[in-house]
């Protein structure tokens, strides 16, 4: 799907605040409410948005130790059934199949390095579990980072159909296609 600077602008404040309606977005935005909503429909319908949900901070929670891990599985169980024993176990936050000499990549959170060690204990006891290899993480400067490859998609489709009307407020795309100008918006998280 094409996508033009109002979907992106759609898409930050809907990452910024997860909770804030069509009304809100339309006035902050500067556009008519049915031109939201028929766009958050369209990204939507387009899998472009595939949920709308509050970021969970996990260290907040209480985890502020992260680490990745590379496992190496028994073929015998296959990776769906695998998958399915490994998503039992709650500091596993992400599940990949990945190519090379692991066949899963898997980012993990823990309490403290002692609880780091009985989380990779609980992999470890998973049956069908081969070897793993975990990395820790020391710090972390960017995740989940979605919205600059929207603005480049946009940046990229200038022209798109789903292009502001000539006189409204959101021109940052035309006339050269520069860059996205930032919107200012009061407790906006940029990334």
Known sequence: MRI????VSLIELFTDFPGIGVMECSKRLGVA??????????????????????H?????????VTAFCSLQIQQNL?????????????????????????DFLVKIV????????????????????GRSSSTVVLASHFENRTIPLARE????????????????????????GGPTPTRTIPGQNVQ
Not at 110 to 129: W, Y
């Open 33 to 54: 409410r049915g031109t939201v909503q028929n766009r958050l429909n369209r990204l939507h319908d387009s899998g472009v948005i595939t949920r709308i949900a509050p």
């Open 56 to 64: 969970i901070d996990a260290t907040a929670m209480g985890y502020p």
């Open 153 to 176: 998609a946009a940046r990229r489709n200038p022209e798109s159909p789903g292009d502001p009307a000539p006189g409204s407020r959101d021109t940052s795309m035309r006339n050269g």
């Open 78 to 102: 296959g990776q769906d059934g695998m998958a399915e024993k490994l998503a039992q176990i709650p500091e596993i936050l992400e599940l990949h199949t990945v190519s090379g000499s692991s």
């Open 4 to 7: 033009d600077s109002l979907d």
């Open 110 to 129: 823990a309490r403290s390095t002692a609880d780091l060690q009985r989380v990779l204990d609980s992999i470890s006891a998973t049956e069908g579990m």
